[in-house]
């Protein structure tokens, strides 16, 4: 069973700051690990994928996360905070060779963007 | 293209009511699955469709719940006897195997149960 630790349910940050969201996993098997983000009254959206090539891996918008597998990690950063970016950011695993792929999610983390 | 599209966007039923949910996947989509936001539970699988293969059941939280897939595209999401708790987004996404891990999301219906 696999499930997804997302710490703080509210992250603050002012424009222009490091945004830093914190994803911790638990796997029995290599996981594969997501970042979504969902805009308020729309569905769910990509940003990123962990699939056990690059550890760093980079999306869309400049947000990139790094899989660290010792400290079964896998936080999403951005350098610099911009106003869009204000929304909601789920974390979520699912199992390498996996049937169905079903993805396991954390509680998700909203993030303020303070002008 | 087209992306994952779901109808209705909202819908209000009275307690003990049946629902139906639609998701038109993205064409050629071979996945599809259903999963459920409630404030209470966060995002929770509920059924997965591959193909022409029996679906992964094991998500749905009770027998009210049913899901089919005709003709392996359009999904419906049936909910019998509908109950406030049953109060939530229902979220269909679908993939292209084998990456089936990259799920792409419709923009959901908003179930509310009064």
């Known amino acids: 069973a696999q499930s997804v630790t997302q710490l703080g349910s509210h992250v603050s940050v002012s424009e222009g700051a490091l945004v830093l969201l914190r994803c911790n996993y638990s796997?029995?098997?290599?996981?594969?690990l997501f970042w979504y983000v969902q805009y308020p009254n729309q569905g769910l959206q990509l940003l990123l994928k962990?699939?056990?090539?690059?550890?760093l891996v980079k999306g869309i918008n400049g947000f990139e996360a790094e899989f660290k597998k010792s400290e079964t990690s896998f936080h999403l950063t951005k350098p610099s905070a911009h106003m869009s970016d204000a929304a909601e950011y789920f974390c979520a695993v699912t199992l390498s060779g996996a049937g169905s792929y079903q993805l396991t999610f954390g509680k998700g983390t909203k993030l303020s963007v303070i002008p | 293209g087209a992306g994952v599209s779901q109808s209705p966007s909202n819908k209000v039923t009275e307690k003990g009511k049946d629902v139906e949910l639609r998701c038109d996947p993205i064409s050629g989509h071979t996945a599809l699955y259903w999963y459920r936001q409630s404030l209470g539970q966060g995002l929770e699988f509920l059924i997965y469709f591959q193909g022409n293969s029996a679906p992964d059941k094991s998500g749905l939280p009770s027998d009210r719940f049913s899901a089919e897939r005709t003709g392996g595209s359009v999904s419906t999401l049936t909910i019998q006897r509908t109950q406030q708790e049953d109060s939530a987004v229902y979220l269909c996404?679908?993939?292209?195997?084998?990456?089936?891990?990259?799920?792409?999301f419709g923009p959901g219906t908003r179930l509310t149960v009064t």
């Open positions: 962990y699939t056990s090539a690059a550890t």
């Open positions: 996404a679908s993939s292209l195997a084998p990456n089936n891990y990259e799920q792409y």
């Open positions: 796997s029995s098997v290599p996981p594969y």
